[in-house]
C-alpha cells in the first residue's frame, strides 16, 4: 500500500522510508492495518505527524508487541 501510494503521488519518500522503516520488523497483516490507517491521510500530515500517526496506529492493532518494538528500537538508537 506504501508503495502504491508512493507511486501515485500521494505520499513523497521521506514519508513513504518512514512508514517502511517503522514496520519493517511488523508482521504482514498489522502492516497492512496500519497503512490503512495512515495512508488516506498522509498526504495531508508532514513526515514527523505520519510517523507519529503510525506509531499511534501500531500501538492500537498489535499492543501487544508494543513494549517489544519499543526495547527494540531503543536498541537500534545511537548517539554520534
Do not use: C, F, M, Y
Request: proline letters at 4%.
Amino acid at each position: 500500500q506504501t508503495g502504491a501510494a508512493l507511486e501515485v503521488g500521494d505520499i513523497d519518500w521521506d514519508k513513504a522510508r518512514t512508514l517502511v522503516e517503522l514496520l519493517r520488523d511488523v508482521p504482514l497483516a498489522v502492516s497492512l492495518e496500519v497503512e490503512a490507517a495512515v495512508l488516506p491521510s498522509a498526504s495531508a500530515l508532514t513526515r514527523p505527524q505520519v510517523a507519529r500517526a503510525a506509531q499511534r496506529a501500531l500501538q492500537r492493532v498489535d499492543h501487544r508487541d508494543a513494549a517489544e518494538r519499543h526495547a527494540r528500537a531503543r536498541a537500534g538508537r545511537h548517539v554520534g
